[in-house]
């Protein structure tokens, strides 16, 4: 059984920057794409940003482009997101999230194993 603990979250001020990890447990990152969701109270989940089983592949909702990056160690089973000049509106939950298979995915149902999820906070 595969776990995804993620980690980094907390409370920042606009323009503040972040670093979330997801490190995995009982099991492999590599063979798998990497994706990063976030989810606002009362709102459907999103992916913000998702990386390919090898890295050449990367993945960006355009209101993160220029601010955030994802990437990952395979040989630590490690994923991280630095998000920078963050904004009020990128307060959520945010995930980590698995794929089944070596690209990444819009649907949920293509990721296996998912994270419990840490909480940013950005205020002005």
């Known amino acids: 059984q595969v776990e995804l603990a993620e980690s980094g979250g907390g409370w920042v001020q606009t323009g503040g920057s972040l670093r979330l990890s997801c490190v995995a447990s009982g099991g492999t990152l590599s063979d798998h794409a990497m994706t990063w969701f976030r989810q606002v109270s009362g709102k459907e989940r999103e992916l913000v940003a998702a990386i390919t089983d090898d890295g050449q592949f990367i993945f960006y909702i355009d209101s993160v482009k220029g601010r955030f990056t994802i990437s990952r160690d395979n040989a630590k089973n490690t994923v991280h997101l630095q998000m920078d000049s963050l904004k009020t509106e990128d307060t959520a939950v945010y995930y980590c999230?698995?794929?089944?298979?070596?690209?990444?995915?819009?649907?949920?149902?293509?990721?296996?194993?998912w994270g419990q999820g840490t909480q940013v906070t950005v205020s002005s």
């Open positions: 999230a698995r794929g089944r298979g070596r690209r990444y995915s819009d649907y949920e149902s293509e990721y296996d194993y």
